[in-house]
C-alpha cells in the first residue's frame, strides 16, 4: 500500500491517457492493414475518447489553463464514458447487433450535462464516483457478456477479450463499494490509495484490453485467409 502512496495521480492520470492513444492508433492499424470490421472505428475512437478525456482532465486541472473545475470535470467525465459506450458499440457491432451508438453518445452527453447542473453530481467525489462507476461497470459487463456468448470460430479468443471487460468491472464494482462505505474522497487527483489505484487499473485495463482485441482481430483475419 505504501507503494501505491507514493505515486503521483496527475503523472498516472496522464500516462493512463497515453494508453487511450495506443488503443486507437492500434485499431486504425489493424484497419489500414485491410480488416474492415466496423467494430475497429468503434473502438479507435474509444481509444481517442479515452485519451482526450485524460490529457484534457491532466492538463486544465493542474495546469490551470483557465477553465472552472467543474467544466472540465463534467467534459473529462463524458469523455470517459463515451469511452465505454463506443467499446460497447464496436462489441455490439462485432456480435451482429445494431451498434446502439445514438443511445450511448446520448448516455455520455447526459453525463456532461449532470456534472455541470446537478449539485450533487458537481460538487460532491462521493456522489460522481457512485454515478459514474455503476455507469461504466454495467457497459463493460455487457461488452464482456456479449463477447463471452458469441458463437464464432475464435470463441477463445474473444473470451480473453471478455474475460478483460469482466476484470474492470469487477474493480469498478470494488471502486463502488469503496466510494459507498466512506467520504474520504476529495478530488480527482487527490493522494488516496482508492484513486490511485483507480488510474492503475484505467492503464493496464486499456494495455491488456489493445492486446486482446488485436489478437481477436488477428485471429479473425487469419482464418478468413485460411478458408479462400
Known sequence: MELIRQLDTATLAFVTGLAGFLLAGTMAGIRYAGTRDAALVYWGLAGLSFGLGH????????????????????IANGLISLTHGLLLAGVRTYTGRRSGIVPLVGLSLAVVAAGLTWPEMRDVMR?????????????????????????SPVRRFQRMAASVFVFNSSSLAMR????????GLSGSFAKDPSQILFFVVSLVFVY???????????????IELQRL
Open 127 to 151: 456522489s460522481r464516483v457512485l454515478l459514474l462507476s455503476a455507469t461504466y461497470m454495467s457497459m463493460d459487463l455487457c461488452a464482456g457478456w456479449l463477447l463471452w456468448r458469441w458463437p
Open 55 to 74: 490529457q484534457f482532465g491532466h492538463l486544465f486541472l493542474t495546469l490551470g489553463l483557465g477553465l472552472p473545475t467543474p467544466v472540465v470535470v463534467a
Open 208 to 222: 491488456v484490453l489493445t492486446l486482446a482485441l488485436a489478437l481477436l482481430m488477428f485471429r479473425r483475419k487469419e
Open 176 to 183: 463502488f463499494a469503496y466510494a459507498w462505505a466512506t467520504d
